[in-house]
Nanobody, 115 residues
Framework: QVHLEESGGGLVQPGGSLRLSCVGS????????MKWCRQAPGQEREFVAT????????NFSGSVRGRFSISRDNSQNTVYLQMTNLKPEDTAVYYC????????WGQGTLVTVSS
């Protein structure tokens, strides 16, 4: 079955950077688009970024475009989310997922942006 494991979260000051990683298993990683979503306290999970199976197409939510980038290494079954110029409103648990699949998620990794 699909297994996703996120890592790389932590506490960072406003304006700082973090890189999140997500390792996928139980499916053919190189054939699937991947996505990052986040869920802030008391809010619904929201889309952050997506990348196509071969990395030739990416898309971002308006709130992170220009600050976040997404990439993948299919040889390592890993998708990354590089976050720069972080803001307090980026504080959330970040999850990766398979594009088109809203049933399988990892445990998430907490990102806290605070001074």
């Amino acid at each position: 079955q699909v297994h996703l494991e996120e890592s790389g979260g932590g506490l960072v000051q406003p304006g700082g950077s973090l890189r999140l990683s997500c390792v996928g298993s139980g499916f053919t990683f190189s054939e699937k688009g991947m996505k990052w979503c986040r869920q802030a306290p008391g809010q619904e999970r929201e889309f952050v970024a997506t990348i196509s199976a071969h990395g030739d197409f990416v898309n971002f939510s308006g709130s992170v475009r220009g600050r976040f980038s997404i990439s993948r290494d299919n040889s390592q079954n890993t998708v990354y989310l590089q976050m720069t110029n972080l803001k307090p409103e980026d504080t959330a648990v970040y999850y990766c997922g398979v594009w088109g699949d809203d049933d399988n998620w990892g445990q998430g990794t907490l990102v806290t942006v605070s001074s």
